[in-house]
């Protein structure tokens, strides 16, 4: 009987170690969420969102196949070192920070493809709008300072800004349109463990 309740036991503590997660949340001091655009089919124009919060939960302590992510970000923090266009980017013909103050992210797949790559697929919500994106990560890798744990991951994406209503433009008078169709979005993110 107590070898039966022995293993019992046992059964329990292994499961719930089995079940065990590691949460890691995004330190913003050291991160950033930038996006470049075609401007006038002859260059781009860059921008960053200066507030956000975003937090990655692991299956273990050092691998991150299979994490969740789930990430919030202020469209009123937007900025791309022009106050003209970031109040444009934040009115009704963009953006519409009053009636959409945020985007939001969240992973359904976070998969290692190779050594330091992964895979992350979710729902991305811009505007009440949710359509699936994927991102091409690269794990930086993990230290630890001051008896704190870091982890570090770069992710890039591209979006069509037509797909979550952001519809503005006019056309130049050689077809082209004023602002380019495709985002291309770069995150670098520094996470720390809880």
């Given amino acids: 009987m107590k070898n039966i309740l022995f293993f019992l036991g046992f059964s329990l503590i ?15 001091s050291h991160s950033s969420i930038q996006f470049e655009v075609p401007h006038m089919t002859v260059s781009s124009v860059t921008g960053t969102f200066t507030s956000y919060a975003g937090t990655l939960t692991s299956k273990s302590k050092q691998e991150f196949d299979g994490a969740k992510i789930t990430t919030t970000i202020e469209v009123n923090s937007i900025t791309t070192n022009n106050m003209e266009r970031d109040k444009n980017l934040k009115d009704e013909d963009f953006f ?4 959409y103050p945020e985007i939001k992210f969240e992973s359904t797949s976070f998969t290692n493809t190779s050594g330091n790559h992964y895979k992350i697929t979710g729902n991305l919500t811009i505007k009440g709008i949710t359509k699936e994106i994927t991102l091409l990560a690269e794990f930086g890798g993990i230290i ?12 890039t994406a591209t979006i069509n800004r037509f797909n979550y209503g952001l519809q503005w433009n006019d056309v130049l008078d050689n077809g082209g349109l004023i602002v380019g169709e ?6 670098n993110a520094e996470l720390l463990k809880q």
């Fill in 144 to 155: 630890s300072i001051n008896n704190k744990q870091k982890a570090g991951f770069k992710a």
């Fill in 14 to 28: 292994m499961s719930g170690a089995s079940y065990a997660q590691t949460t890691w949340i995004i330190d913003p």
């Fill in 96 to 99: 519409n920070a009053a009636k």
């Fill in 182 to 187: 495709k985002v291309d979005i770069i995150i």
